[in-house]
């Protein structure tokens, strides 16, 4: 079990950028389609919040990669 | 038992810090549940559609600046005390509650109106971000350790109460202002929506008053003699290794999944209701409150199960049985929302409104609003008897699911921090699952479902991935033992 946690914690640490990269191209594309102040506002406070969030999940991938998690 | 607390003891200090709690919900609860209101009132009216959104951005801003609120008063908490920080910041909601109440319209005083809510708004998400942890922290210290679970439950409650109390104040406000319905209504949208802001001055007073009579956590007061107290809670909570895996083991774990599973149930179904489904607005509530008033038992019964069988178990089955059951539970609510075909000669009721639009009645109850301009409208549904009780049994389940995630979770999050950061520590994994991860569920959703245009579900994919991950990751890493000793 220890080694599936470890060896998840790579997905963990490539599934924050990779969300967070999702979200930005979402983001540029909405900020294109409809240029409003309301779309920029809202998909910005989503960017903003986000990517705290996305590197603390890579954080959390590596301490799990690292065994951080393993239990005896 | 703590030596220092007797049984009548804690019942007491139970009932002070719930209904502190409780009201502080309230306060928060009532901006969202009159989102549309307050579009009107403060937002310019040229969209509706930007108006409503400026709203739920601002209603976002509330939830998106808890985080924050975890991180000044819960290190606050750590170095004051429990007791006087959470006293700080009912102080503070009541204040911006009441503020909001008092805030002139848009058409009075232009742009300030909409700034001024903002900012009252961003000061309730404040207070709110340090509130939960203090009472969840105080209750759990003074709770013997087979029994933690049980009575921080009680504090889980008053989340779910605080929006029953919310829906139940609106409702009753918006019927009882003119003896005539539609003129009630009227002035509740004119300057009505202001009495359940203001009211809410006196349920703080009270609660403020029995929070002055409390104690100090004696952990705390213990821990504060020693000398034991931390000197940078900030710095202890997330700078050292040792414990930032635990906050983000708790966040990535446990409660980003809770958190959208709290709102999926709780607010998104009533949005889905109104907005998708476009059940009237009383219906759409009274759905809620019915589902929030049988299923609020059960936050009891899995706090008190989990000192029994552990924690983990109960919320990660609460998080696997949301993901299967949402898409079922949203198509019968559509189902349930679409007039059923009858044959005209089967006494269907006709009642002309204004130009293109009738008022179409079928024989079992169910009626709406229909509009003929490009394409028919179907708006202001009011279900049937029976699909009402089916959409309340609906509801109900979603409500129940956010029972199994969130009635344990206080204890759970008390027992992976020791006392001297407890409160920094547990509040923000906590105000970032509930307030970014679920306070974002009923916008994103919308959005997603604006975005895709013609698939209704699609909102449903963001709380579906969020739990999703969360349940995987709960699974594997997080321990079923419960920690007796909170002494540490």
């Not at chain 2, 007039?339 to 409104?353: K, Q």
Request: aromatic share 14%.
């Amino acid at each position: 079990m220890n080694t599936i946690r470890r060896y998840l914690g790579l997905v963990w640490m490539l599934l924050g950028p990779a969300l967070f990269f999702l979200l930005l191209r979402t983001a540029m594309q909405e900020m294109q389609a409809s240029p409003h102040i309301d779309t920029r506002i809202q998909w910005t406070v989503f960017l903003v919040v986000f990517f705290p969030i996305s590197i603390g999940l890579m954080i959390f991938g590596l301490y799990a990669f690292r065994g951080e998690y393993d239990r005896n | 038992m703590n030596h220092t607390t007797s049984r009548r003891g804690i019942w007491r200090i139970i009932g002070a810090s719930s209904a502190g709690t409780l009201i502080e919900w309230y306060d928060f609860y009532i901006f969202g549940s009159l989102a549309t209101v307050i579009a009107q009132q403060f937002f310019p009216k040229t969209n509706p559609t930007a108006a409503l959104l400026s709203t739920l951005a601002t209603f976002a801003a509330g939830f998106i600046v808890r985080p924050f609120g975890a991180l000044v008063f819960g290190r606050l908490g750590d170095l004051v005390g429990r007791k006087n920080t959470f006293l700080l910041t009912l102080v503070l909601m009541g204040g911006s509650t009441f503020a909001i109440g008092l805030v002139p319209g848009y058409e009075s005083i232009g742009f300030a109106a909409p700034l001024l809510v903002l900012l009252l708004r961003l000061l309730q998400g404040l207070a709110l971000g340090g509130e939960y942890g203090g009472a969840a922290t105080y209750v759990a210290e003074h709770a013997p350790p087979d029994k933690r679970g049980y009575f921080t439950s009680w504090i889980q409650t008053t989340a779910t109460l605080g929006l029953f109390l919310s829906l139940g104040v609106i409702l009753l406000t918006r019927h009882s202002l003119d003896p005539d319905l539609n003129e009630s209504i009227r002035k509740f949208n004119t300057w009505g929506w202001r009495i359940p802001f203001l009211v809410s001055i006196f349920l703080v007073l009270v609660s403020i008053y029995i929070r002055m009579k409390m104690a100090e956590s004696p952990l705390f007061a213990r821990l504060k003699s020693e000398g034991g107290i931390s000197k940078n809670p900030l710095k202890e909570s997330f700078g050292h290794k040792t414990n930032l895996k635990m906050v983000l083991l708790a966040l990535f774990g446990a409660t980003m999944g809770q958190g959208v599973v709290w709102y999926t149930g709780q607010f998104y179904a009533q949005s889905f209701l109104e907005n998708t489904c476009k059940v009237n607005f009383d219906q759409s509530r009274t759905i809620l409150i019915w589902a929030i008033l049988f299923a609020t038992p059960f936050f009891i019964f899995f706090g008190r199960l989990s000192d029994r069988y552990g924690r983990k178990w109960i919320m990660m089955a609460g998080l696997a049985l949301a993901i299967f059951s949402y898409r079922p539970i949203y198509r019968q609510l559509l189902h349930l929302s679409t007039p059923p075909a009858i044959a005209v000669s089967m006494g269907i009721t006709e009642t002309p409104l204004a130009e293109n639009s009738k008022r179409i009645t079928l024989p079992n109850g169910f009626a709406y609003t229909e509009t003929n301009n490009s394409a028919p409208q179907l708006t202001d549904k009011h279900l049937d008897p029976g699909s009402y009780r089916q959409a309340v049994l609906l509801v109900f389940l979603q409500v129940f699911l956010v029972t199994m995630v969130y009635g344990p979770i206080a204890a759970f999050l008390v027992e992976m921090f020791p006392t001297r950061i407890r409160y920094t520590s547990m509040s923000l994994p906590y105000h970032i699952g509930n307030g970014v991860f679920g306070g974002l569920t009923p916008f994103i959703a919308t959005l997603l479902t604006t975005m895709s245009g013609t698939d209704k579900l699609v909102g449903l994919w963001y709380p579906l991935l969020v739990a999703g991950i969360c349940l995987v990751i709960g699974t594997l890493y997080l321990s079923n033992e419960t920690d007796p000793n909170v002494k540490d």
